[in-house]
């Protein structure tokens, strides 16, 4: 194959991208993207066993360990591992050189995943490549030993890697149903795997209309000890935007959105076909809002690929700390599973009956900000976290400099040679600080990247003060001490912050999150940088609300009030505090089902229910029943699409 | 053969409005409409009148304006009925001609067609019209009337409407009341259809519907007769109730909104922003989402048109090759079409008068198309009438007069 790129100065050759499976797992998650197909990307296995080296896909492969093991396996061994691929180190060497980025999969866990994996990430990063490493961590039912092989591993990949997305095989359980072989299991969870990395490459080597590139991909995951939110859709024909958006949803790593919630960062990335329109994407986008916190950075891309044809495809990339995901999601699964692919619905739905309790909804969310902003914060300043991380470099640096995360004893040339490419897929500079904004994990670890922090403050804290300025000093003077807080502490001392994050991370907050897992959705679209587009689906009573309801609403946009007038005091009593809010917000939730139930019960049966639905001018009239449905109800009530 | 200029007038009673129709039908068939006198109809709802008195200060209203409009003294009136409980079904009647019979007689046909009449209907209801489709003599289809023709069974193919007996009845009360008399009561969409198909469309197959305010009215017509009608009761007033539910507006800023403002094509395009009214200072009164506007109404007539498309016998759809024709008030909302396309997947159209002189601006618009094609209605009666009895199959259909 003769590689050559028809425009030189955007598309990275295929020849410099590469992705290795490394062990086991990781010949596994190869063999699902060869199955797939991946254009652009070549494929190198490196295993010590020879056999599941023989039989894997990959067009290059490498034996490690060859006198040491043998071509057989580590055992599980990552001492072992290690010493294997030191053996084959020159190999891979030339293997990855020149490789402008490598995509490492590997299982952690395991001898060869756990114990190779830093090396070969460091290998690949002194040849001058970028490495993003996919890791799958093991099932509890595995055993502690090897948890923490894995997360050894794990922490020096953090250290070495530029950016690290780690797919916890617990959670990849959940991708199938239990009575599922295990088979499936794991064919899905390499496919899962397998559509982020492609995801991944497409995002990094199609040039954009709007461009997003590694920088962007970086500061999405915030690559330490995060989970990776991934969701990919891909849809066609009429109205292809908003289904795109739902199969993105549909991802389990994003738990129907509703994990979208607590990012902070969103990575979004559309492709598609020439005959991509603005107000394809601006639909798209509003939608989207509604699953994605206001104070969420939304890092947005758009790509124009003729390939696509008449399809659209959507990729969602965002992530979590561990720790949010461990109590919270878990509920907001059970608890939104049946409330939110109706979600649109229910919105449209609330005006009517369930005043109050939409009502309700913008103080807590207003409170939840806070936090969310808070959050990030203790990563990047207090290093109470980072467990076996080593610091080879002293902490803060000039934030000028900025753009490349320098590999950790890496010298000059590379670093030369990266922020080159970097530049080159940026195009323009002031995309540049953005890119950092979110990557606390280097903070954390890697000395260099910590001096980013410092700039990741500009980017983070306007949005942050924006965002708030408005809810908070009209909602309720509670929150207002709060973000001042975290807006003149670029860099307070970590004590401080530490308490502030103990205070603002409680319990009840947390709960809280669980308890309203659809109200946020609903108005998220307030505050987005593409200004003129609210109308799309169903915003529209979000939309008042944020402006509307708050008690200022007599004082400003009295006109604007449709039916806000009986709302009004509703929200006052849930302000005041968190805690107050979490029990409120419970209560709503409690009370929520059985309002829409009055009005869902209006269609296939029963006609006791219809006097409890108000029926405009038809009051009073016999039901006008045809095929079991109430004609005199608006069929958009009646959720019948 | 000479005719003589003659006036008919028709009247809709309908649920948004009450109006009647003066029109000439001039001697070379071409339709002259010489006034017009309309009211917007209280006491009607669903095409049912519900409260007689006010229906009745409207109809007199209507009626004033007529007579003033086209100054003519109004006598009689042909009057379109709709609601929901007329129902249009096909019947068929075989008779067996008796051994040694070969030839079709007149009688046999007039058995064939008796028979054929006879629906079964549920007790409370009446014939509104008993329509011929077309004759088949021994499985073979004839669209004339095969007397003098060999075989051995002949069958007549009816379109037969009923409806409730004494809900017709009050209608024909009121206009009584006027005082007037009824030359005809004509179920709306085959009144329509009279106005909106011409005789290719008939041919070629064509579907009417007629959404006004409180009914939804359709008519089928395939190979050149009617093959299906009905009345659904959602119309226009429904959307506006639905905009009035959603949104919580008062029913006439809902109603002007949705004039206005409401979009029923499923084009998110359309759907960007925000629709406001402003009052007359030009302040915005209300804002609604169009998103959610356009989406209340799209799924209300999205609905009606489906109920329609159900109602439909089976596989007719395919059969329609003329397309698809929407009168009346709601189909005037902005983006029905794409709708309706979308839904029916064949041709749309908005019907043109053809052959109408007058006021020729007014006649334009659909809402009128049911009183309109009342007139053409009795023209086309008229022409069967003076023709002589063996023609009447000509035109493939046969009117029985109003008789209860």
Redesign the interface.
């Known amino acids: 194959m003769i590689p050559y790129s028809r425009v030189t100065k955007d598309i990275i050759p295929t020849s410099s991208v590469k992705i290795i499976g490394l062990g086991g797992a990781g010949a596994n998650m190869l063999e699902r993207i060869a199955l797939d197909g991946m254009e652009g990307a070549e494929l190198l296995a490196l295993n010590t066993d020879v056999r599941t080296l023989g039989s894997c896909l990959a067009k290059e492969k490498i034996q490690l360990g060859l006198n040491l093991t043998k071509g057989l396996g580590t055992g599980g061994d990552p001492d072992l591992g290690r010493q294997a691929v030191l053996e084959a180190e020159e190999q891979i060497r030339a293997a990855v050189k020149g490789c402008r980025i490598v995509f490492l999969c590997a299982g952690l866990g395991g001898g060869t995943g756990s114990g190779a994996s830093a090396i070969v990430t460091r290998i690949a990063r002194e040849e001058g490549a970028f490495v993003v490493v996919f890791a799958t961590m093991p099932f509890a039912f595995e055993g502690k030993r090897r948890r923490e092989q894995a997360e050894t591993a794990l922490n020096e990949l953090a250290v070495l890697s530029n950016a690290l997305v780690t797919f916890d095989n617990n959670r990849m359980g959940e991708l199938v149903l239990a009575k599922q072989g295990i088979h499936e299991a794991f064919v899905a969870a390499d496919h899962m795997i397998c559509e982020s990395i492609k995801a991944v490459i497409r995002l990094v080597i199609r040039p954009g209309l709007i461009n997003v590139g590694l920088d962007d991909l970086m500061s999405a995951l915030r690559t330490n000890r995060s989970r990776c939110l991934f969701g990919s859709g891909i849809a066609s024909g009429k109205d292809r935007a908003s289904r795109a958006l739902r199969n993105a949803l549909s991802s389990p790593l994003l738990d129907q959105g509703s994990l979208l919630k607590e990012a902070q960062t969103v990575l979004v990335h559309l492709c598609g076909g020439e005959d991509l329109t603005l107000y394809e994407i601006e639909l798209l986008m509003q939608r989207l809002q509604k699953y994605v916190p206001e104070s969420a950075h939304m890092l947005f891309g758009a790509a124009i690929d003729p390939v696509m044809g008449d399809s659209l495809s959507l990729t969602l990339i965002s992530a979590l700390p561990e720790d949010a995901l461990t109590s919270a999601p878990r509920h907001a699964l059970s608890q939104t599973s049946g409330e939110t692919p109706p979600l649109e619905f229910i919105q449209a739905v609330t005006p009517e009956p369930e005043k109050v309790l939409v009502v309700e909804v913008p103080a807590p969310q207003v409170e939840e900000i806070p936090p969310a902003i808070i959050e990030p914060e203790p990563p990047a300043v207090v290093e109470p976290e980072p467990p076996a991380v080593v610091e080879p470099e002293p902490l803060p640096e000039p934030p000028a400099v900025v753009e490349v995360p320098v590999p950790v004893k890496e010298s000059a040339p590379s670093e030369s040679l990266i922020s080159k490419f970097r530049r080159s897929l940026i195009g323009s500079a002031p995309v540049a600080p953005t890119l950092f904004d979110t990557n606390r994990p280097f903070a954390e670890s890697d000395p260099i990247p910590s001096k980013n922090t410092e700039v990741i403050q500009t980017p983070v804290e306007p949005p942050a003060a924006h965002s708030q300025e408005t809810p908070a000093e009209i909602e309720q003077p509670p929150v207002v001490n709060e973000p001042p807080a975290p807006e003149p502490k670029p860099e307070p001392s970590p004590v401080v912050v530490a308490d502030f994050v103990a205070v603002s991370k409680e319990p009840s907050e947390a709960s809280y999150i669980e308890a309203d897992p659809d109200p946020k959705p609903i108005e998220n679209d307030e505050d987005f940088n593409i200004p003129s587009l609210e109308s799309a689906g169903f915003t529209p009573i979000p939309r008042k609300r944020p402006v509307g309801v708050t008690p200022w609403a007599g004082t400003k946009d009295g006109d604007r009030s449709l039916k806000l007038g009986a709302e009004i005091p509703a929200p006052t009593p849930a302000p005041p505090a968190p805690e107050e809010s979490s029990t409120a917000a419970s209560a709503v939730e409690t009370e929520s089902p059985k309002l829409k139930l009055g009005i869902k019960t209006a269609g296939p049966q029963s006609e006791l229910s219809f006097d409890s639905t108000p029926r405009g001018r038809f009051e009073g009239e016999g039901p006008n029943m045809i095929d079991g449905e109430d004609l005199d109800l608006p069929p958009f009530l009646r959720k019948k699409k | 053969m000479a005719r003589r200029t003659k006036i008919h007038v028709g009247l809709e009673i309908g649920t948004s409005k009450t109006c009647l129709v003066v029109g000439e039908v001039k001697a070379d068939s071409a339709v002259k409409i010489l006034g017009i006198g309309e009211t917007k109809s209280a006491g009607i709802?669903?095409g049912e009148i519900y409260d007689y008195s006010q229906i009745r200060a409207c109809l007199k209203d209507a009626l004033a304006k007529a007579e003033d409009a086209s100054d003519v003294e109004i006598g009689s009136v042909f009057l379109a009925v709709s609601g929901?409980h007329i129902q249009g079904v096909n019947h068929r009647g075989t008779y067996r001609l008796p051994d040694g019979d070969p030839v079709v007689s007149q009688d046999h046909v007039e058995e064939a067609r008796t028979i054929a009449r006879e629906v079964h209907i549920p007790h409370d209801h009446v014939y509104l019209h008993p329509i011929i489709r077309n004759y088949w003599l021994d499985g073979l289809e004839h669209s004339s009337s095969p007397v003098g023709l060999f075989g051995k069974t002949v069958e007549a193919d009816f379109h037969v409407v009923h409806g409730i007996g004494t809900r017709i009845q009050n209608s024909i009360k009121l206009v009584r009341e006027m005082p007037l008399e009824v030359d005809d009561v004509v179920f709306s969409p085959i009144a329509t259809a009279q106005m909106a198909l011409d005789r290719e469309a008939r041919e070629n197959g064509a579907l009417v519907i007629d959404i006004g305010g409180g009914t939804t009215d359709y008519a089928l017509y395939l190979g050149g007769v009617i093959t299906a009608s009905g009345c659904?009761?959602?119309g226009g007033?429904?959307v506006?109730?639905?905009i009035?539910?959603?949104?919580?507006?008062p029913?006439s800023k809902a109603e002007r909104l949705k004039i206005t403002e409401g979009d029923a094509s499923?084009d998110?395009?359309r759907?960007?922003?925000?629709a406001r009214l402003t009052d007359d200072r030009g302040?915005?009164?209300?804002?609604?989402?169009?998103?959610?506007l356009n989406?209340?109404i799209r799924?209300?007539l999205?609905?009606t048109l489906r109920?329609v498309l159900?109602r439909l016998p089976a596989k007719s759809l395919e059969a329609i090759g003329g397309g698809v024709f929407l009168t009346g008030g709601t189909s005037l909302m902005r983006g029905f079409s794409d709708l309706a396309f979308e839904i029916f997947g064949r041709d749309i159209y908005r019907p043109e008068l053809p052959e109408i002189s007058g006021v020729q601006a007014s006649f334009k618009d659909p809402r009128y198309a049911t009183v309109i094609g009342l007139i053409r209605y009795a023209q086309i009666l008229e022409t069967e009438k003076a023709s002589p009895p063996g023609v009447i199959g000509r035109i493939g259909r046969m009117f029985w007069p109003f008789g209860r």
């Open positions: 709802r669903k929901a659904i009761p959602v007033d429904h506006t109730n639905d009035h539910l959603v949104t919580g507006l029913f499923s998110p395009v759907s960007v922003g925000v302040f915005a009164e209300v804002e609604v989402n169009r998103g959610v989406e209340v799924q209300r999205e609905e109920l159900q």
